[in-house]
C-alpha cells in the first residue's frame, strides 16, 4: 500500500505517473501534488498548485479529488492547513534552493557568470543525440513507444518484450499488461495507441494495405494527415466491427461486455458502405452519437502524447514528444552531483524565472547568458500542437 506522498514538480519533461492499488494519477506541469494511500480502496489527490489527473477526472489547483470504487469526489481545500508531511516538502524545498545558491562558489561554477563563459558539464547520451530526428521510416508499423509489460507475439516465437525502434509485421500480434501503454506509428502522420490490459492484431501491415483489430480493451488510431483518395485500404476495427479510415481524425475502439465499440470523435469513416462522421458511435451495428467528452486515463495519456497536426506542411511530421525534446532539455534544466557529495543540486540551464513551487529562484545555471527561447504559436498550429490539458482543442 503505497502511504502519504508529495511531490514538488519544478518542471515538465515527461508525464509523471503514480499508481496506487485503485487509481492513477498523471502529473504534466509544474506544481505542488500530494497522493494519500493510507485506507484500502481510497486514494486521495491534493493539488495545492497546479494540474493532475486521477482516473481520467482532472483535478485543479486548490482541490482534492477523492478516488474510491468508480467514483471520484472534487473538493476545495484550505492551503493554511499542513501536516507534518506538508510542512517537511516545503523545507525540502528551501534546502533544495539554498544548495542551489551555494553551488556557485563552488567548482567548476566559480567566477562562470562573471567571465561570461557556458560551464561544461557531461552529460550522457540521450536518444535525440543518437538518432537524426528529421528521418522517417517509411515502412508502417514502427514502435516509437514502448512501456515495461509490453509484449510481441510473431509467428512461432511466443510472447517477447516489446522494444522501441522494433518494425512490426503483418501477423503480429501485441498485448499490454496492467499499467503499461504502447505507440505505434502506423505512417508518419498516424499514430495507433493502445491501452493497458489490451491486445490487437496486425492483420496487414503493408504500403498496399493495413488492416488493424483489436482483440480486447482498448486502442485509439491518431491520424493527423490521410487521403484515401491515394489507394490504401486502412481498416481499423474488431474482429466483429471494423471500418475503413476515410479521412484524418481520431478513432477508438473498446471491447466491452456490452459489446464492440468504435467511436469516430473526429473525422470520417465508412462502415457497411455508409459514411459516418464525428461525432459519432458504433454499436452492435447502430450508429449514435457520442460525447467528444475524455473518458478515462487512456484518453488523458494519448492526448499527451500529441493528437492532432503535429508539423509543418513542408516537412515530415514528427510525434509530439519528439519535437518537444529538441529543445526542452535546454528550457529546462537538470540534477547536478558536486564530485565528492551524496546529494543532487537541481541546476537550470539558463533562466531568471526557474522558481520552487515554494517560491525562490534559482541563482545558479549553466549558462550564464540568456538565451532567447523561440514562442510557439499554439492556435497556429504551424509548428507542432500542444496540447492544453485545461482545453482541450478538436482536431483540425
Known amino acids: 500500500m503505497l502511504p502519504n506522498f508529495s511531490y514538488s514538480l519544478k518542471h515538465a519533461q515527461e508525464l509523471i505517473r503514480v499508481i496506487t492499488p485503485n487509481a492513477t494519477v498523471f502529473i504534466t506541469e509544474p506544481g505542488i501534488f500530494r497522493v494519500n494511500a493510507t485506507t484500502p480502496g481510497r486514494t486521495e489527490l491534493v493539488?495545492?498548485?497546479?494540474?493532475?489527473?486521477?482516473?481520467?477526472?482532472?483535478?485543479?489547483?486548490?482541490?482534492?479529488?477523492?478516488?474510491?470504487?468508480?467514483?471520484?469526489?472534487?473538493s476545495e481545500i484550505d492551503l493554511k492547513i499542513q501536516d507534518s508531511l506538508d510542512l517537511w516538502a516545503r523545507e525540502r524545498a528551501a534546502q533544495s534552493i539554498l544548495a542551489n545558491h551555494m553551488l556557485k562558489n563552488e567548482p567548476p561554477w566559480t567566477n562562470k557568470g562573471m567571465e561570461g563563459k557556458e560551464t561544461k558539464v557531461d552529460l550522457p547520451?540521450?536518444?535525440?543525440?543518437?538518432?537524426?530526428?528529421?528521418?522517417?521510416?517509411?515502412?508502417?508499423?514502427?514502435?516509437?513507444?514502448?512501456?515495461?509489460?509490453?509484449?510481441?507475439?510473431?509467428?512461432?516465437?511466443?510472447?517477447?518484450?516489446?522494444?522501441?525502434?522494433?518494425?512490426?509485421?503483418?501477423?503480429?500480434?501485441?498485448?499490454?499488461?496492467?499499467?503499461?501503454?504502447?505507440?505505434?506509428?502506423?505512417?508518419?502522420?498516424?499514430?495507433?495507441?493502445?491501452?493497458?490490459?489490451?491486445?490487437?492484431?496486425?492483420?496487414?501491415?503493408?504500403?498496399?494495405?493495413?488492416?488493424?483489430?483489436?482483440?480486447?480493451?482498448?486502442?485509439?488510431l491518431d491520424v493527423a494527415r490521410f487521403d484515401s483518395s491515394q489507394g490504401l485500404p486502412l481498416a481499423f476495427g474488431s474482429l466483429a466491427t471494423s471500418v475503413l479510415i476515410a479521412r484524418e481524425g481520431n478513432y477508438r475502439v473498446d471491447i466491452t461486455p456490452k459489446g464492440d465499440e468504435i467511436t469516430v470523435r473526429e473525422g470520417k469513416v465508412i462502415f457497411n458502405q455508409q459514411l459516418v462522421g464525428g461525432c459519432h458511435r458504433i454499436n452492435s451495428g447502430k450508429v449514435s452519437e457520442c460525447d467528444k467528452k475524455r473518458i478515462d486515463n487512456f484518453d488523458f495519456w494519448s492526448e499527451y502524447r500529441g493528437e492532432g497536426i503535429l508539423a509543418e506542411n513542408t516537412r515530415p511530421a514528427l510525434p509530439h514528444l519528439t519535437a518537444l525534446r529538441r529543445d526542452r532539455f535546454k528550457n529546462t534544466g537538470f540534477w547536478y552531483q558536486n564530485p565528492g557529495q551524496t546529494t543532487y543540486v537541481f541546476v537550470p540551464f539558463t533562466s531568471p524565472h526557474f522558481r520552487s513551487p515554494y517560491g525562490g529562484n534559482y541563482s545558479t545555471v549553466l549558462s550564464p547568458r540568456p538565451t532567447t527561447l523561440k514562442r510557439v504559436d499554439l492556435d497556429a498550429g504551424t509548428l507542432f500542437r500542444l496540447p492544453r490539458s485545461h482545453d482541450p482543442r478538436p482536431l483540425r
Not at 486521477?54 to 478516488?67: D, F, L, P, T
Not at 502522420?189 to 488493424?212: C, G, K, P, Q, Y
Open 47 to 74: 493539488v495545492r498548485n497546479g494540474e493532475a489527473v486521477i482516473n481520467g477526472q482532472r483535478v485543479k489547483k486548490k482541490r482534492s479529488a477523492v478516488a474510491s470504487g468508480s467514483a471520484i469526489t472534487v
Open 125 to 220: 547520451d540521450d536518444e535525440e543525440s543518437r538518432s537524426s530526428g528529421g528521418v522517417i521510416s517509411v515502412k508502417p508499423g514502427g514502435v516509437s513507444f514502448a512501456e515495461e509489460g509490453v509484449e510481441l507475439n510473431r509467428a512461432a516465437e511466443g510472447w517477447q518484450q516489446l522494444t522501441e525502434g522494433l518494425q512490426l509485421e503483418t501477423g503480429d500480434k501485441l498485448r499490454t499488461s496492467e499499467h503499461s501503454f504502447v505507440e505505434i506509428t502506423v505512417l508518419p502522420e498516424m499514430h495507433l495507441r493502445v491501452d493497458e490490459d489490451s491486445e490487437l492484431l496486425f492483420d496487414r501491415l503493408t504500403n498496399e494495405s493495413i488492416s488493424m483489430k483489436l482483440l480486447r480493451g482498448s486502442a485509439i
